[in-house]
Structures are given as structure tokens and as C-alpha cells.
């Protein structure tokens, strides 16, 4: 499958905001769901968000929701992921990924990260209280 390769993310103070980008290559772009997932220290890795390979449903976790907010540009194969209102507990490597096989029109159904097929090298957010 295709490479994922992240840019972004950082130190940042809490209540601040903070970008991360993905783009992609080595892959239709326009035919995948994309997600972002993060893991904390002695954490399992978890869902974030979540965006359907037109860009017209999202869905994001309830931790992140209202903060986070998930975009895609098809154009330019890339996908995004703004935080703002950043937490401590947003502390963590985050990870986007691509669904192995086109399945769902709706981002509702991409949480768990059995669907992603492949992932980008992980990014690290610090967010200092």
C-alpha cells in the first residue's frame, strides 16, 4: 500500500492549538477513509478521528470532539487534523492512517484501527499544563 509520511505537532502550552498534516503517496488517495489515532505512554493506541474518502462525513472520539477537527484536500492527497483547546491528556504519539480496503461510505464505522492498512511514522504532541 501506499506511504504515509506526517509533518507537524510539538510542544505546545495547554489551551493552544496545533496542526498536524499527512500526505500521502503510492495510493488512489480519493478512495480511502483516513483516521487519526494516538497512544500515550503505557497507553493503548486509540481513535481520534476520522474523515470518508470524499471528505463528507468525519467522526471524532468524544474526548477530542468540539476541539478536533478532522479535513482532507483530495486535490493535494493530504489530510489534517487541527487541535485546539489542547489538554495534558492529548499528550501523545499521533499516527494517521489509510483503510486497507475501500469498504464504508460513512466515517462512522472508522474507529478501530483494524480497518487502517497503512500508517504514517507517528508524530509527537506534548502538551505542557
Known amino acids: 500500500q501506499g506511504e504515509l509520511v506526517q509533518s507537524g505537532g510539538g510542544l505546545v502550552q495547554a489551551g493552544g492549538s496545533l496542526r498536524l498534516s499527512c500526505a500521502a503517496s503510492?495510493?488512489?488517495?480519493?478512495?480511502?477513509?483516513m483516521g487519526w489515532f494516538r497512544q500515550a505512554p503505557g497507553k493503548e493506541r486509540e481513535f481520534v478521528a476520522a474523515?470518508?474518502?470524499?471528505?463528507?462525513?468525519?467522526n471524532c472520539a468524544d474526548s477530542v470532539k468540539g476541539r478536533f477537527t478532522i479535513s482532507r484536500d483530495n486535490a493535494k492527497n493530504t489530510v489534517d487534523l487541527q487541535m485546539n483547546s489542547l489538554k495534558s491528556e492529548d499528550t501523545a504519539v499521533y499516527y494517521c492512517?489509510?483503510?486497507?480496503?475501500?469498504?464504508?461510505?460513512?466515517?462512522?464505522?472508522?474507529?478501530?484501527?483494524?480497518?487502517?492498512?497503512?500508517w504514517g511514522q507517528g508524530t509527537q504532541v506534548t502538551v505542557s499544563s
Open positions: 503510492g495510493l488512489t488517495f480519493s478512495l480511502y477513509a
Open positions: 492512517a489509510a483503510e486497507s480496503t475501500p469498504r464504508f461510505r460513512d466515517a462512522y464505522y472508522y474507529t478501530r484501527a483494524e480497518l487502517f492498512g497503512s
Open positions: 474523515i470518508s474518502r470524499s471528505g463528507g462525513t468525519t
